[in-house]
């Protein structure tokens, strides 16, 4: 029996990362029973998703902010401890935990004695052991990094991406004496029909949340740029993602994005990708240096060629195909090319190009990258 706990998402949160989890782990263990526990309206957005899984409930409080973050994770250290204790009284001996917040995975470390292996999956609260945002992130970063140089052997740990591994261990060198997998964020890859590039307006979408923190600010503004010359009508500009209420005095009419600050289902989501000619992405490296992104796979399955500046984590597959689009030092000169594509439109041959090497990266579970054997060896408890 497999056993998979997300001890802090609801609802649509991190939705399409756990079922391309759990399909990885049916697929490596076919024959293997998966018990999932979630929080009931989080399993709600899976059952459609999910087959042959059993569920189990457990509550999250999700409340944030401020001291309300401290409850949640304390909160989310007792869901663990209930579930390891079950695993215990079962006689299992694995359990995966999907996401985890940086105190209670120190609360975990510190005062929670058990002989169930629980492997952690690492996310973008990883992005806090460089102390690069505000203060609460100050905090969690000295958690975080207490709590990895905690050294259990019943303890290991899914890092989601060779770059971001490299990273960590400059970061926190301890982390190697840990037992720990590198593999790709897992994905449910989709064919996609072949654009037709000269027909259509040019649709240049940001991809993932938009928020101040990752620079989404500068579509909007190159928006309102295109949008008042003579060659608006060339083009469209989409967010793809929930926009975050820092964003407020950024906003305006020039840009396609959700207004009610809530989420895109994946249907819309998917309609907005398959409208879009480029991805584009103004995050620096301090966004993803230490964390993977969803929204990165979301626009290789769409095979669309990326605008980004610089970063570790897209760098490293762009250097793995052979390129994946253009790349640029800062967000201003990533805009200056969107108002050269749009006014004199894109070119062809390094379209393609640079689509033909993005479907290099469809391949089933990224296979050409996943650490497979060292991950069949985490799966039997081997390592």
Not at 43 to 61: A, G, H, P, R
Not at 276 to 302: K, R
């Amino acid at each position: 029996m497999i056993f998979i706990a997300d001890i802090s998402s609801v609802g649509i949160q991190h939705e399409q990362f756990n079922a391309s989890f759990i399909h990885l782990l049916q697929q490596e263990n076919p024959t293997e029973p998966i018990t999932f526990f979630a929080d009931s309206t989080h399993i709600e957005f899976q059952k459609n998703k999910l087959d042959n899984i059993q569920f189990e409930e457990i509550n999250i409080y999700d409340r944030r902010g401020g001291l309300k973050e401290f409850i949640r994770a304390y909160l989310q250290f007792k869901s663990l401890k209930t579930i390891i204790r079950q695993l215990e009284a079962k006689n299992e001996r694995h359990l995966f935990v999907l996401l985890i917040h940086p105190f209670a995975h120190f609360l975990f470390k510190n005062f929670c004695k058990s002989n169930v292996r629980t492997t952690l999956v690492m996310h973008g609260e990883l992005e806090s052991l460089k102390f690069n945002k505000h203060f609460l992130n100050k905090i969690w970063g000295w958690f975080l990094k207490q709590a990895m140089q905690i050294h259990k052997t019943k303890v290991s740990y899914i890092i989601l991406g060779e770059s971001i591994y490299q990273n960590l261990i400059k970061v926190l060198p301890d982390f190697t004496g840990q037992t720990s997998v590198v593999i790709d964020h897992p994905y449910p890859f989709t064919d996609k029909a072949e654009k037709e590039i000269t027909s259509q307006r040019i649709v240049f979408s940001s991809i993932g949340v938009a928020t101040i923190h990752k620079y989404t600010q500068y579509l909007f503004e190159v928006a309102e740029q295109v949008m008042k010359t003579d060659f608006k009508n060339n083009c469209k500009f989409n967010i793809c993602g929930r926009v975050y209420r820092d964003m407020e005095g950024h906003l305006n009419n020039y840009v396609h994005y959700k207004q009610d600050f809530g989420y895109y289902t994946r249907e819309e989501l998917d309609g907005l990708l398959d409208e879009s000619s480029f991805a584009v992405f103004y995050y620096s490296n301090a966004n993803y240096s230490l964390c993977a992104s969803g929204a990165f796979w979301d626009a290789v399955n769409a095979e669309l060629p990326f605008l980004y500046v610089h970063n570790d984590y897209f760098d490293y597959y762009s250097n793995a195909v052979g390129g994946i689009g253009m790349v640029f030092d800062t967000p201003a000169e990533l805009n200056e090319y969107i108002l050269k594509v749009a006014r004199y439109g894109i070119d062809t041959e390094d379209y393609k190009r640079f689509r033909s090497n993005i479907k290099k990266l469809k391949l089933p579970n990224n296979e050409l990258f996943t650490n497979k054997n060292r991950f069949d060896k985490l799966l039997n408890n081997d390592i």
